[in-house]
T-cell receptor, first 115, second 109 residues
Framework: DVKVTQSSRYLVKRTGEKVFLECVQDMDHENMFWYRQDPGLGLRLIYFSYDVKMKEKGDIPEGYSVSREKKERFSLILESASTNQTSMYLC??????????????FGAGSRLTVL | GQNIDQPTEMTATEGAIVQINCTYQTSGFNGLFWYQQHAGEAPTFLSYNVLDGLEEKGRFSSFLSRSKGYSYLLLKELQMKDSASYLCAVRDKDYQLIWGAGTKLIIKP
């Protein structure tokens, strides 16, 4: 069964801590994405990557960075966590072609609470 | 700006039919998606429409009218397991996905 696996389902961190959220996919997908999901809002794109060592800013990149050293792994980094980064973080991947459906496969999410 | 509107919450009865609407205003259009998300789980793909008309897939159907900026997801013979949030997303001219806030569907026996 194909999967996107997020390493942590629940995290509690303190303000100012550095936070790493890891995501691994086993589908050999070129594209990987980090979203955050907050009540009453649509998914908001933080960063995405179309290839190894490549990254592009999404709609809300401030306060975040990413790393993609291997094709299957895409990490989201919060350099100094703040309370307004308390959220559900969803990782997703998709095949490389832009035509057609190019469906996203999501991980189960990482719920981060910053105190 | 770009915007996707869908109802926040709907309630329906087991065995019945429900229609979840989605209206959009985006910079260009390259397809509309519906995803299902059970509480605490990952969103999963339901349907994709890029041409006007109805796409049927078992108990679920999705309709698109590009001229009206409108889509709906139709769920027939509702089951308790259909209780979930349904997310509408549109791919714009730059192939970026714009997401609605989701519709929470509650199924009652």
């Amino acid at each position: 069964d194909v999967k996107v696996t997020q390493s942590s389902r629940y995290l509690v961190k303190r303000t100012g801590e550095k936070v790493f959220l890891e995501c691994v996919q086993d589908m050999d997908h070129e594209n990987m994405f980090w979203y955050r999901q907050d009540p009453g809002l649509g998914l908001r794109l933080i960063y995405f990557s179309y290839d190894v060592k490549m990254k592009e800013k999404g709609d809300i990149p401030e306060g975040y960075s990413v790393s993609r050293e291997k094709k299957e792994r895409f990490s989201l980094i919060l350099e100094s966590a703040s309370t307004n980064q308390t959220s559900m973080y969803l990782c997703a991947s998709s095949p490389g072609e832009t035509a057609g459906a190019n469906v996203l496969t999501f991980g189960a999410g990482s719920r981060l609470t910053v105190l | 700006g770009q915007n996707i509107d869908q109802p926040t919450e709907m309630t329906a009865t087991e065995g019945a039919i429900v229609q979840i609407n989605c209206t959009y205003q985006t910079s260009g259009f390259n397809g509309l998606f519906w995803y299902q998300q059970h509480a605490g789980e990952a969103p999963t793909f339901l349907s994709y429409n890029v041409l006007d008309g109805l796409e049927e897939k078992g108990r679920f159907s999705s309709f698109l009218s590009r001229s009206k900026g409108y889509s709906y997801l139709l769920l027939k013979e509702l089951q308790m397991k259909d209780s979930a949030s349904y997310l509408c997303a549109v791919r714009d001219k730059d192939y970026q996905l714009i997401w609605g806030a989701g519709t929470k569907l509650i199924i009652k026996p």
